[in-house]
T-cell receptor, first 113, second 113 residues
Framework: DTEVTQTPKHLVMGMTNKKSLKCEQH?????MYWYKQKAKKPPELMFV???????INESVPSRFSPECPNSSLLNLHLHALQPEDSALYLC????????????FGPGTRLTVT | AQSVTQLDSQVPVFEEAPVELRCNYS??????LFWYVQYPNQGLQLLLK??????LVESINGFEAEFNKSQTSFHLRKPSVHISDTAEYFC???????????FGAGTTVTVRA
């Protein structure tokens, strides 16, 4: 299995809702990443988990809360989002944090109304 | 972290014509170089990578890129494009040993019949 899966594919939520994005990989990778991508822009790194511990938080607002329950799974909990948070959220993984190649999932298209 | 410049934001090209996408990065320290492709409404897929060795790298679908250390460039080429090559192309660079991928702004390639 050489892919990163993400669910749901699309999500529409109101500003008062709580929702979660899920990412899964079964490649034995020990580093996992969340990126945010706005239309026609490159991905922006949000969080890095290394060996199930939060390693990097790129000054992301607290309304985004990551969680890594085990080495295969990465969640992003969303609460009280703003319309400007609407974007494509990409998950990626790599064998370890300082490994050169990241494998990306297909993304979750989030719309905040 | 690296600064990555993709010199062309949009490249229209006719089917079966050649295409070149330009990428320059800021530092001459040891780097890893990548080209990712993003088809409409999809995640990022790794197209090709330079880690070490031969400065000319090739992908399975006819793309090639050449690492030029003196010019800090990693331009992407394809001698004959197909309609299916219509996509967004991102150049990305990481310093060896660094977790962070620095992306260029992206180049939109539109192939017309």
């Amino acid at each position: 299995d050489t892919e990163v899966t993400q669910t749901p594919k699309h999500l529409v939520m109101g500003m008062t809702n709580k929702k979660s994005l899920k990412c899964e990989q079964h490649m034995g990778h020990r580093a996992m990443y969340w990126y945010k991508q706005k239309a026609k822009k490159p991905p922006e790194l949000m969080f890095v988990y290394s060996y199930e511990k939060l390693s990097i938080n790129e000054s992301v607002p607290s309304r985004f809360s990551p969680e890594c329950p085990n080495s295969s799974l990465l969640n992003l909990h969303l609460h009280a989002l703003q319309p400007e948070d609407s974007a494509l959220y990409l998950c990626a993984s790599s064998p370890r944090q300082d490994y050169y190649e990241q494998y990306f999932g297909p993304g979750t298209r989030l719309t905040v109304t | 972290a690296q600064s990555v410049t993709q010199l062309d934001s949009q490249v229209p090209v006719f089917e079966e014509a050649p295409v070149e996408l330009r990428c320059n990065y800021s530092s001459s320290v040891s780097v890893y170089l990548f080209w990712y492709v993003q088809y409409p409404n999809q995640g990022l897929q790794l197209l090709l990578k330079y880690l070490s060795g031969s400065t000319l790298v090739e992908s399975i679908n006819g793309f090639e890129a050449e690492f030029n250390k003196s010019q800090t460039s990693f331009h992407l080429r394809k001698p004959s494009v197909h309609i299916s090559d219509t996509a967004e192309y991102f150049c990305a660079v990481s310093d060896q040993g660094d977790y962070k991928l620095s992306f260029g702004a992206g180049t939109t390639v539109t192939v017309r019949a």
